[in-house]
């Protein structure tokens, strides 16, 4: 585990060009980081657990600062749909890898709204595109 955000450039071929810092994550300890996707603006939004707690939240690289929007027990209704995040534009998807559904998130909520789709396959990870200059 490392409490380090790091941006890769890779190149045509997909090899890793460089590698560079571009925050260290304070108030993470102990924290695992399910997934997260980054708003046009750079704000990033994340899925966060431990054993006892399941929070969906932002973060600031900027300031450091993280809010939780959503937390719970990790099997509580709200939080325990939470998987994989990306945005597309600025609408910010959920994917459920245990059910394949997709949601669009209220970002400033954390409710989830179906989107009506259910996949055959279960993702283990999805992304949007981004291109997010304050990085």
Known sequence: NSDSLRRAQLN???????IELVATLSGFSGYSVADFAFRRD????????????KEFGT???????????LSGPPQSA??????????????LYNHNSGSGG??????NTGALTATGF??????????????????
Do not use: P
Not at 12 to 18: I, L
Not at 78 to 85: E, K, P, T
């Open 12 to 18: 045509a071929t997909g090899h890793v060009v460089s």
């Open 42 to 53: 750079g704000l990033m939004f994340l899925v966060r657990g431990t054993a006892n707690v």
């Open 59 to 69: 973060y600031n690289i900027t300031s450091g600062v993280y809010t939780a929007i």
């Open 78 to 91: 709200g939080i325990s749909n939470f998987g994989q995040l990306a945005f597309s534009r600025d609408t």
């Open 102 to 107: 997709l949601s669009i998130v209220n970002q």
């Open 118 to 135: 259910v996949g055959r396959i279960k993702l283990a990870d999805f992304a949007g595109t981004c291109s997010c200059q304050h990085l």
